[in-house]
């Protein structure tokens, strides 16, 4: 599905990090395999440490802690907020939903549009598409987009495949009118014929939590986990994203009538550096305009992602100037779309460490 | 060329016995964070860049697979 918005636009982005900092190198022996050949993994695939929640962390509690140094702050007010929309594949609870936990922490009027979306890692770009929709209908309003997982909670320790790259984090990304923002492109595909490779077996209604979902086992492969545990085939993805996502992108630079060299970033999603090292070259992108840092330092943070590579990277300079950037994502569906928008002149752009 | 390969495989799993397997891959010596690692090894070693969608286990089942793999990257090599 292509989409083409107008006067609309990211005002502020905050990106929320647990306290907690877990070493690659001090998890070497949970895993099963040779620690020669797991060690190879760090520098190839950029696992060097990452954020990981306290036991008694939910998503929701990330994001309160972020809303609330907005609120501390002043860099929104209450009264302007007319929609919460979040998305997570580790919602506090099934019911009720994330949005609606937030709306009540803060008191929020019962006019503002609580909306939980079930989506990974192409979360941030199916978030902001309901928000830029849902601007529509109330001009003068902001929408807060909060990408919030703790994947922690959901990835066996026990699993190599899986377990360094992830990284619990939670953003919130402020969307407004703008009568002077200019048009913003997007390509949002859906691929459900490989759901599968990336599925948390146990948990719904199609296999309840149990014991037996709780026992860990030797999937075969050397990583042991539950059926409670996220499963990803990672030789599968890898290829899905490399079929699928550099036509992707040159469909949306033509959407957008603009060159591939006009664009000043490709803000992607954060799966492993040599993920992003490949994408980069199958699309033509100069590597260093894609930025691939953040699995070395923050885990892999699944919607949260391209905010957080954002304010990471560019920070202070995303309030002040505009860039044109490129943004992509892909996971669990399978799903996966690019973006094409100026994104700057923010009103902020900021990391903060919670006490979670 | 060959053994050029074989040397990397054995860093790679130097606890695997590659020379009496017939598929590395179907016999479980590699896995694909291997394939990784080997690609990695192969694109420094030979000043080559491998096409991620030839990342599929068909080149990486025998040390021939691996070498024609190499070879199809642009490596200019005569054995």
New interface residues.
Partial sequence: MKLEFHNKKISGIMCVLPESEVFFDDEISNYTFPEAQTKRLKSVMGFEKHRVVKEDTASSDLCIYGMEQLLQTKKIDKQDVCGIIVVTITPDHFVPHVSNRIQSHFGLSEDVLCLDILQGCNGFLVGLMQAFMLLDYNPGKKVLVFNTDTLSKKVSKQDRNSYPLIGDCATITVVEQDEAAKPIYCKIQMDGTQGDALIIPAGGSRMPCSTETARMKDSGDGNVRSLDNLVMDGTAVFQFVMTKVPPLIADTIEFAGITQEEIDWYIFHQPNMFMLKKLADKIGAPRDKMFMNIVQNFGNPSGASIPLAAAFNLGDRLTQEDLKCCLSAFGSGLSYGAMIMDLGRLDFCEICISNF | MMDMIMNILQE????CDFASSNDFMND?LL???????LV?ELEEKYSI?I???D???EYFSSVSAIASLVRKSGADVQN
Avoid: A
């Fill in positions: 790679i799993r130097p606890e479980g896995d694909s964070f291997d394939m990784v690692s990695t860049l096409d991620p969608l990342m599929v286990p």
